[in-house]
């Protein structure tokens, strides 16, 4: 079983920027891809952004150019690089762990393991 704790969360302005972390532990051998989800108030949870073993990304359209996501295997560490943020980031962000790959986005059903979330508030 694989836990994941996030962290870095906070009030943030808009145009602000935000570091996400994400810790796994336990049984994490064969987790091959990670990802951050957000849902904001009254919408369904959405990816932001997904990174392979080898460190490849995956961004949703809304997020290019201003979210990195990057993963650190030896500390067993995912984060969520989030710059110039607007209100509409405003969400509690999930870490999502899975022990597939996926050519292009991977469906959300595949991630096995998540996190608590921790909550994002951008203000205007």
């Known amino acids: 079983q694989v836990e994941l704790v996030e962290s870095g969360g906070g009030l943030v302005q808009a145009g602000g920027s935000l570091r996400l972390s994400c810790a796994a532990s336990?049984?994490?051998?064969?987790?091959?891809?990670m990802a951050w989800y957000r849902q904001a108030p009254g919408k369904q949870r959405e990816l932001v952004a997904s990174?392979?073993?080898?460190?490849?990304?995956n961004y949703a359209d809304f997020v290019k150019g201003r979210f990195t996501i990057a993963r650190d295997n030896a500390k067993k560490m995912v984060h969520l690089q989030m710059n110039s943020l607007k209100f509409e980031d405003t969400a509690v962000y999930y870490c999502?762990?899975?022990?597939?790959?996926?050519?292009?986005?991977?469906?959300?059903?595949?991630?096995?393991?998540w996190g608590q979330g921790t909550q994002v508030t951008v203000s205007s």
């Open positions: 336990g049984i994490i051998f064969g987790i091959k891809t």
């Open positions: 990174i392979t073993t080898d460190g490849k990304g």
């Open positions: 999502a762990g899975s022990y597939a790959t996926w050519i292009g986005t991977m469906p959300e059903e595949m991630y096995d393991s």
